[in-house]
């Protein structure tokens, strides 16, 4: 088994009934102004958006500096156990699908969108905290990383125009 992540279950705010006015105000804030705020942060992961999503969205995603992954069938989250700990924090951190955002804000292409939601909705079922398939799934640094990604996806899919908004 993996060493313990620093995030604990006791920490996480559940939502429940009790709660929801507390998650609910969160609705109308001025989400626009914030996300500027916080994009400078946001990663950049090629040089190339649209080619790289393209890619993606033919089941075939570059881990930089190492090789392309075929997920035509399956995502390996847990890889081949023979790459090293940064490829599945580029993995795990999900950089590629800041080029499925990027590109879609270019080119308002729904694929790119839909393509990163089932990405996002299969990592999650593949990683949860108790049992991920990988060690580095829940690592403090590429926990942010995927956080920061997942921030930017969904700040892109808000837009009417996407398949997720709808």
Same mark, same amino acid.
């Given at each position: 088994? %993996?060493?313990?992540?620093? #995030?604990?279950?006791?920490?996480? !705010? !559940?939502? &429940?009934?009790? $709660?929801?006015?507390?998650? &609910? ?9 914030? %996300?500027?705020? +916080? ?11 649209? !080619? ?9 995603? =570059? ?5 392309? #992954? ?7 989250? &847990?890889?081949? $156990?023979?790459?090293?700990?940064? %490829? ?5 951190? =999900?950089?590629?699908?800041? *080029? !499925?955002?990027?590109?879609?804000? +270019? ?18 079922? &593949? ?25 930017? %996806?969904? *700040? ?11």
């Amino acid at each position: 088994m %993996f060493s313990k992540p620093y #995030l604990r279950k006791k920490d996480i !705010l !559940l939502f &429940n009934k009790e $709660n929801t006015s507390e998650i &609910n105000k969160y609705k109308n804030i001025d989400k626009d102004a914030t %996300f500027e705020k +916080i994009s400078p942060f946001l990663i950049t992961y090629s040089k190339n958006p649209s !080619l790289s999503a393209k890619d993606v969205v033919n089941n075939e995603i =570059h881990i930089k500096g190492y090789k392309k #992954l075929n997920i035509s069938e399956k995502i390996y989250w &847990n890889g081949e $156990n023979s790459e090293p700990r940064s %490829f599945f924090r580029i993995l795990h951190g =999900h950089y590629f699908i800041n *080029d !499925l955002v990027d590109a879609y804000r +270019i080119e308002k292409n729904a694929k790119y969108i839909s393509k990163g939601f089932e990405i996002i909705k299969d990592w999650i079922i &593949n990683n949860p905290f108790e049992n991920p398939k990988n060690e580095m799934a829940w690592h403090d640094e590429t926990t942010s990383k995927r956080l920061k990604t997942w921030v930017n %996806f969904f *700040d892109a899919a808000k837009d009417p125009s996407s398949t997720v908004a709808r």
